[in-house]
């Protein structure tokens, strides 16, 4: 006869937890820490070498080309040539100081007090203007994308912080000035001056590099070749502003 035990002895064997979520999540993180320094590393080590190599092209450059492609049209070779900071007009110095960041000797790469005012203004129902440095438009022209959102934000106030800890104020300006947008397709200041007036940089006057100055809000619509009253009269502006710098 057989004996059978009973049902309440027999136990159930132990349910296995699932570990791959834990799994996968440790492995997310690593891969975000590394991720996060490779990138710190790497910017750190490509701005450190643009502080004396010319910069072969910009994000801005690039993505001229990558509109062209969306658009369908047909390609178009950027007009630029990098040339060194003794080669360009002192005029041309002066001129993109006076315009558009006359504290750029005395900031560190950020200007607090025209960010404030700029916030206090769309606070007040006013539209949101940009308040960028120099050297904020370097980092954002050189390494970044124009799209606007708060991650290329936080970007560009990194690159920032590198190219003023890194550079000096002249190499700041020197690289600014070789890949500002002139025009379509018109990038750094030796391809602008060939192109509007048939001279090298280091040949520029005051009022041709104002000229210049006075299209860089918008090198598109604001044009040096046929330069509507409102750049003329920013012209005027920039000299003034020029003949008013210390020394």
Do not use: C
């Amino acid at each position: 006869m057989k004996h059978f035990r009973h049902p309440a002895r027999y136990r159930l064997p132990p349910t296995r937890r699932s570990k791959s979520a834990p799994h996968w999540s440790g492995r997310v993180k690593r891969l975000a820490a590394y991720a996060a320094v490779f990138f710190l590393v790497s910017s750190l080590l490509l701005v450190a070498a643009l502080r004396v190599l010319p910069a072969p092209t910009s994000a801005f450059m690039l993505h001229q080309h990558i509109d062209d492609l969306a658009a369908g049209r047909a390609y178009r070779p950027i007009n630029q040539h990098w040339v060194g900071r003794e080669r360009i007009s002192a005029h041309a110095f002066h001129a993109v100081v006076a315009s558009e960041d006359q504290l750029f000797f005395q900031h560190n790469g950020f200007d607090v007090d025209a960010i404030g005012k700029a916030f206090n203004q769309y606070l007040r129902g006013g539209k949101l203007r940009g308040a960028s440095t120099i050297s904020q438009q370097v980092a954002k022209n050189l390494f970044l994308s124009p799209a606007k959102h708060f991650v290329r934000k936080g970007l560009e106030i990194w690159f920032t912080v590198l190219i003023e800890a890194l550079w000096d104020k002249q190499r700041i300006l020197e690289v600014y000035l070789n890949i500002a947008e002139f025009g379509d397709h018109l990038f750094g200041i030796e391809a602008a001056s060939r192109h509007y007036f048939g001279i090298p940089a280091r040949q520029l006057s005051a009022a041709q590099a104002a000229l210049l100055a006075a299209t860089l809000p918008n090198p598109i619509l604001l044009k040096a070749d046929q330069p509507s009253a409102y750049v003329l009269k920013r012209q005027s502006w920039i000299l003034g502003q020029m003949r008013a710098l210390p020394d």
